[in-house]
């Protein structure tokens, strides 16, 4: 599906809006209005192809997954350093600050919008300077200053001021037990975590380009019409705190739970948890166990590496992401 028409296809899916949905506004002073095309307002990479700045898997040829969407800048100064300013996209609180260039999002901070329909994290990176004024825990509209677009980043290829852009996401938190999974891994003992939940690892974006597209969006809507592309087995003695931090999106009795049947989207995301008792088939006899692959998907879940390269057992991805749901639940 062309990029085109996967933003068309997601915008009618959010079209029929209940009343409570969440206002958006788009996170950069950009002139929305005079955007009609990707190539109009998303910043590709060195490839110089549109779709580089999207979402999925667009880098090096789909071998490399993209989380979010590249903002391309609409004013620069005279030495070609972006000028926009970076904007809050919907009502929220601050909950995370990194001032710092220590990792490949660069200087960034990240939104927690607990009022919409589900609390999503928003996520604010490479950016030049964060607003002074923000503090962890601020309320803030949307429409605020949160930030100066930039190029900022430790990744391993440093970002030309001609390639300045906002790195946007919209995505859930898989875990507050993410820190302690991430100190037990034993490739992580000379690599600190310096931005805690905060890491990368443990927030799973979605395609932020239709939630952007609509000046009111259903969140809960736009997370639950993903697709299902795998579904897993899992066997818990306590309930994971991802059921209890998104119960929107949780089907049957989890004080009764023995474990759970998980609807996971292509890119890694948990979907729909619904509570399976003691007898039921899809209790796995270990941990967790790979049920159904929707086979449609299946060269996109090897190339996210949800699915090993055979296509029938779980990838890298989907194994880490299991482990750190299941941190809490041991």
Excluded at 12 to 25: E, K, S
Excluded at 61 to 75: Q, W
Aim: net charge positive; proline share 6%; glycine share 8%.
């Amino acid at each position: 599906m062309s990029l085109r028409s996967s933003l068309a296809f997601l915008s009618l899916c959010l079209t029929a809006l209940p009343l409570g949905a969440t206002d958006v506004v788009w996170p950069t002073t950009m002139d929305r209005d005079s955007t009609r095309l990707p190539q109009d307002y998303l910043q590709p990479t060195v490839s110089g192809k549109t779709e580089s700045g999207s979402f999925g898997m667009v880098r090096e040829d789909g071998k490399r997954f993209h989380e979010g969407i590249d903002i391309r800048p609409a004013k620069t100064n005279a030495d070609g350093e972006a000028l926009d300013l970076v904007l809050a996209a919907m009502d929220g609180q601050v909950a995370y600050l990194n001032p710092n260039v220590n990792g490949p999002y660069g200087r960034y901070v990240v939104l927690h919008h607990g009022g919409a329909e589900i609390p999503v994290y928003t996520l604010y990176a490479h950016l030049a300077k964060l607003e002074p004024s923000l503090r962890i825990a601020q309320p803030v509209r949307r429409g605020t200053v949160i930030g100066l677009m930039g190029r900022t980043s430790a990744g391993a290829s440093p970002i030309t001021k001609d390639r300045s852009h906002l790195h946007f996401e919209v995505g859930l938190m898989l875990s507050t037990g993410f820190n302690l999974w991430y100190a037990a891994q034993a490739e992580n003992r000379q690599s600190a975590n310096h931005h805690g939940l905060y890491n990368g690892q443990n927030l799973i974006g979605m395609d932020p380009s239709p939630i952007l597209a609509q000046p009111k969006v259903d969140l809960l809507a736009a997370v639950r019409s993903q697709p299902t592309a795998l579904t897993v087995g899992l066997r818990t003695s306590k309930t994971p705190d991802f059921v209890a931090r998104y119960p929107a999106l949780v089907r049957g009795d989890a004080a009764r739970a023995a474990g759970w049947y998980v609807e996971f989207s292509w890119q890694g995301m948990p979907l729909r948890w619904t509570a399976l008792d003691a007898k039921s088939p899809q209790l796995p006899a270990g941990r967790w166990r790979l049920l159904e692959v929707d086979q449609r998907r299946r060269t996109l879940l090897i190339q996210r590496k949800m699915l090993g390269a055979d296509g029938r057992t779980p990838g890298e991805l989907l194994t880490q992401n299991l482990e750190i749901l299941l941190s809490t639940a041991r």
